[in-house]
């Protein structure tokens, strides 16, 4: 099955502790997002990659870092710099990255602090 | 700057009764529009998109939304809802060149029996 799959479902970080989460696809798809959200805000952009080995900051990257070595994978590192890190994460995926085209959600990371 | 407005936080309908859910949008240029659902804990689904063209869109689980430009609005309907329609809403949109998917706030539906 062709999909985005998100990992791990649950993830739980102590104070001054960075943390992973994963997001891979397997649809080919050029670009890559990852988002925020929050009850009653909606969705915002964290960091976006167009291309392997390139990513710009969205409208709240500040406490997050990302990394593209692969097509397939956008892993999103939220850092202890992050203060209130507690949210449900999204990752996206879009086929072209120069096209206008409907960006498609994996099934998202819950993040929790100890 | 782009966003997006939908002024329903929450709305309750009756199984079997009509449904429309209100967007509206701010921007300048020509948008594209989303329209996508998500239920507790899930990812977000798309419904239906539009781009251009036709301003009556179709999508999936008998939803459809029109697009009009005069009142810069993109509201989703269903003429019967079904208990498994229960879940949250959200509008999005984008305009060309902009790799910022803008989200509304999201509307929560409950269907009550």
């Known amino acids: 099955d062709g999909g985005i799959t998100q990992s791990p479902k649950y993830l739980f970080r102590k104070e001054g502790q960075n943390v992973t989460l994963s997001c891979e696809q397997n649809l080919n798809h050029d670009a890559m997002y990852w988002y925020r959200q929050d009850p009653g805000q909606g969705l915002r952009l964290i960091y976006y990659s167009q291309i392997v080995n390139d990513f710009q900051k969205g409208d709240i990257a500040e406490g997050y870092s990302v990394s593209r070595e692969k097509k397939e994978s956008f892993p999103l590192t939220v850092t202890s710099a992050q203060k209130n890190p507690t949210a449900f994460y999204l990752c996206?995926?879009?086929?072209?990255?120069?096209?206008?085209?409907?960006?498609?959600f994996g099934p998202g990371t819950r993040l929790l602090v100890l | 700057a782009q966003s997006v407005t939908q002024p329903d936080i929450h709305i309750t309908v009756s199984e079997g009764a009509s449904l429309e859910l209100r967007c509206n949008y701010s921007y300048g240029a020509t948008p594209y529009l989303f329209w996508y659902v998500q239920s507790p804990g899930q990812g977000l689904q798309l419904l239906l998109k539009?781009?251009?063209?036709?301003?009556l869109v179709q999508g999936i689980k008998g939803f459809e939304a029109e697009f009009k430009r005069s009142q810069s609005s993109f509201n989703l309907r269903k003429p019967s809802v079904h208990w498994s329609d229960a879940a949250e809403y959200f509008c999005?949109?984008?305009?060309?060149?902009?790799?910022?998917?803008?989200f509304g706030t999201g509307t929560r539906l409950t269907i009550i029996p």
């Open positions: 999005a949109v984008v305009t060309w060149g902009n790799e910022k998917l803008t």
């Open positions: 539009y781009f251009s063209g036709d301003t």
């Open positions: 996206a995926s879009k086929r072209d990255r120069d096209k206008q085209e409907t960006q498609y």
